[in-house]
């Protein structure tokens, strides 16, 4: 992975990020900053560097599996769920709408039983705190203590996958 191989988004933000999509690393940055700047290339090298050894690919999970991890998490975290879907989703592995409707990518089937259980829990808390605030990382600690390491885990399965050819 180099840094030919990061999308750079400039946006209205003030701080940079870096974040791994379904379809690749994607590095958020200031309008203020040129994208080409040294600050922004090592922003971006530090990321890659921090990065774990990916994992060899497990067992799909099925679509009965996952439904029974949806309602386990739901239950726990106590919230209602209303209609879930798969499909295929560009920048995000998942999202939660305000109405309780839970859209996942369709991939996720092919992740990690762990990392499958990071993302619903990410999304589910979202019926909880709508952004990703201080209460929501609280949140993600008392349900996840290990949500960080396992956000970094995802994006490197997500990278070898892309640069396997297997998606």
């Known amino acids: 992975l180099t840094l030919d191989d990061v999308t750079i988004r400039q946006q209205a933000r003030q701080s940079l990020a870096l974040r791994a999509t379904p379809e690749g690393l994607v590095a958020l940055i200031p309008r203020t900053l040129d994208p080409a700047s040294d600050t922004v290339r090592r922003f971006i090298e ?17 679509v009965e599996a996952l439904h029974a991890r949806i309602e386990t998490w739901a239950v726990r975290l106590d919230v209602e769920i209303g209609r879930v879907q798969l499909r295929r989703m560009r920048t995000k592995w998942a999202s939660c709408s305000s109405q309780g409707t839970l859209t996942l990518h369709r991939d996720l089937l092919r992740l990690p039983r762990d990392l499958v259980d990071y993302i619903l ?37 997500m990278l070898k996958e892309r640069d396997d050819g297997s998606r």
């Open 46 to 62: 530090r990321g890659i560097a921090r990065l774990p050894a990916p994992e060899p690919p497990s067992a799909p999970l099925t």
């Open 121 to 157: 829990c990410h999304e589910l808390l979202h019926r909880k705190v709508p952004d990703h605030t201080q209460s929501w990382q609280l949140l993600m600690g008392i349900h996840l203590p290990d949500w960080r390491q396992r956000e970094r885990r995802l994006a490197a399965w």
